[in-house]
């Protein structure tokens, strides 16, 4: 079983300031790392993912994150947020297996002030 | 590519009526998934299916909750009768086929029971 902990339910940040959305899973095998976004009254949309490799991956609009598996973190990061990053960002992990079920964080509440 | 396609957006029903909920995933997807996401929580699987067969129903409440996905395409979670509990947004998901990692959502449905 899986389990993710995302340790800030909001996080209010000004614009162009950086930013930091923490993320901790625990798991007795090996998982992908995922983050989904979610804007006001719209489905998730994948972010970003660990699969294998690099472990910093990067997403097109400018997010990264970084998977540290001695501490079981796949924090995300921005150096410079916009008001359009104003969103819910979820953590989640899947088994590797074929089932690939995600288990989700609780979410962060990202809110981008002018 | 069309996405995840769901209807109805919005339901309001009252205690001990029922509900039908509907997915349509991208075409070519073989897995199909159903989340509930209960307010300020992270979506919890309910139930995954490969083509029209059930892989993991364990998280569904099969004393009030049914689906179906009998021709390996669109799928329907009901519930029968619903519980004040049961007020969720209840997202669908799709995925290509076991050697892809990458689930997409539809918008999803928020159920309101009164």
């Given amino acids: 079983a899986q389990s993710v902990t995302q340790l800030d339910s909001q996080v209010p940040v000004f614009e162009e300031a950086p930013v930091e959305l923490r993320c901790n899973y625990s798991s007795s095998v090996s998982v992908y790392l995922f983050w989904y976004v979610q804007y006001p009254n719209q489905g998730l949309q994948l972010l970003l993912k660990y699969l294998s490799g690099s472990t910093l991956v990067e997403s097109i609009n400018g997010f990264e994150a970084e998977f540290n598996k001695s501490q079981t973190s796949f924090h995300l990061r921005k150096p410079s947020v916009h008001i359009s990053d104003t969103a819910e960002y979820f953590c989640a992990v899947s088994d590797r297996g074929s089932a690939r079920q995600l288990t989700f964080g609780s979410g962060t509440q990202l809110t981008v002030l002018p | ?114």
């Fill in chain 2, 1 to 114: 590519e069309a996405g995840v396609a769901q209807s109805p957006r919005y339901k309001i029903i009252e205690k001990r009526q029922s509900v039908a909920f509907w997915c349509n995933p991208i075409s070519g997807h073989a897995t199909l998934y159903w989340y509930q996401q209960i307010l300020g929580q992270g979506p919890k699987l309910l139930i995954q299916f490969q083509n029209n067969g059930v892989v993991d129903d364990s998280q569904l409440p099969k004393d009030r909750f049914s689906a179906e996905r009998l021709k390996g395409v669109d799928s329907t979670l009901k519930i029968q009768p619903a519980k004040l509990e049961d007020s969720a947004v209840y997202l669908c998901a799709s995925r290509h086929s076991d050697s892809t990692d990458t689930q997409y959502f539809g918008p999803g449905t928020r159920l309101t029971v009164l």
